[in-house]
T-cell receptor, first 116, second 110 residues
């Protein structure tokens, strides 16, 4: 079946560095992907909608200059956490629909970011 | 905006059935999902139901949807200790933008 893959699954970085997380749809094309963030013991919160070939749409309260999203192809969206700080430590998850507005929605396995 | 509500905790004995309930507010939801998350792990899709269905059964899992009341439930038959996890209910509208509940922590006692 359709799969969404994230890389890396786990990353530790120093404060002030930037970290890039990739989200790939492995056997389908996705014009739209979604990025979520999950704090410990909390639910997933939508951060932004990634649109292929155009700018991402950010949810209220999410800093677009802090969380850069690039959806350069129909199978790849990247989330870059710029100048990461310990409060950015979180679990980041992406999702994509397999086709149009009725296809099944698939989630990546998530990327755990720890900023020291 | 859209809202998804779940009870936070559920405890059952091994072998019993577990029923996790969820209510949502978005009447335009197309799919409703149940995900399982074990400690430190990502989301595992358990099952989903399309909004024009009332019930879906998959082995030990039964999903019931009452669209009129916007109520979704997940029943796990013969609950095992390995079923202990957090279960998230989520709804998705047309393009795939999803709203998640806060998760129900299921504890299965031997």
């Amino acid at each position: 079946g359709a799969v969404v893959s994230q890389h890396p699954s786990w990353v530790i970085c120093k404060s002030g560095t930037s970290v890039k997380i990739e989200c790939r749809s492995l056997d389908f094309q996705a014009t739209t992907m979604f990025w979520y963030r999950q704090f410990p013991k909390q639910s997933l919160m939508l951060m932004a909608t990634s649109n292929e070939g155009s700018k991402a749409t950010y949810e209220q309260g999410v800093e677009k200059d802090k969380f850069l999203i690039n959806h350069a192809s129909l199978t790849l969206s990247t989330l870059t956490v710029t100048s990461a700080h310990p409060e950015d430590s979180s679990f980041y998850i992406c999702s994509a629909r397999s086709s149009g507005n009725t296809g099944e929605l698939f989630f990546g396995e998530g990327s755990r970011l720890t900023v020291l | 905006g859209e809202d998804v509500e779940q009870s936070l905790f559920l405890s059952v004995r091994e072998g019993d059935s577990s029923v996790i309930n969820c209510t949502y507010t978005d009447s335009s939801s197309t799919y409703l999902y149940w995900y399982k998350q074990e400690p430190g792990a990502g989301l595992q899709l358990l099952t989903y139901i399309f909004s024009n269905m009332d019930m879906k059964q998959d082995q030990r899992l039964t999903v019931l949807l009452n669209k009129k009341d916007k109520h979704l439930s997940l029943r796990i038959a013969d609950t095992q200790t390995g079923d202990s996890a957090i279960y998230f209910c989520a709804e998705a509208e047309g393009a795939g933008k999803s709203t998640f509940g806060d998760g129900t922590t299921l504890t299965v006692k031997p």
